[in-house]
């Protein structure tokens, strides 16, 4: 018995079902939006933590937030530079959405480039944008 024909055949349709994610997704790919900043933002400087541990590590921080308040009713949070802030994502001046007001621009830019569906809104109220 020669097989040979039929097991090349049946290699390429293999490789071609492994691969195909690849080349259908191929020349899609954007560079990631950059977060725009509100005036307010800029004009601070800074944020609770530095930039870069921000970008990677503002869902774990904000998972933490909710922990410690709802769990242990702590408001506080003690930055790495020994500065303590208010807890809270969307209420009062000293909050993230305080700061970052323009949620679309900042938050969902993001998550919606990332294909990520935060649920911070299941319990916030979500900031309403302001019409220009």
């Known amino acids: 018995m020669n097989d040979k024909s039929k097991i090349v055949i049946g290699l ?10 690849f080349w259908y997704n191929m020349g899609k790919a954007t560079s990631a939006p950059e977060p725009k900043l509100s005036d307010k933002a800029k004009a601070a ?14 869902m774990h921080i904000l ?13 506080t949070y003690k930055s790495s530079t020994g500065k303590e802030y208010n807890i809270s994502l969307s209420s009062g001046e000293e909050s993230c ?23 911070c809104w299941d319990c916030h109220i979500d900031p309403k944008e302001e019409k220009k």
């Open 12 to 21: 390429i349709i293999f490789l071609a079902i492994i691969t195909f994610p």
């Open 45 to 58: 400087k800074v944020c609770v933590e530095p930039k870069e541990y921000m970008k990677a590590e503002h």
């Open 63 to 75: 998972d933490n937030w909710r922990n410690e308040v709802v769990r242990k009713g702590n408001r």
């Open 97 to 119: 959405l305080g700061c970052h007001t323009d949620k679309a621009e900042f938050c969902d830019k993001c998550h919606d480039y990332a294909s990520v569906n935060p649920y």
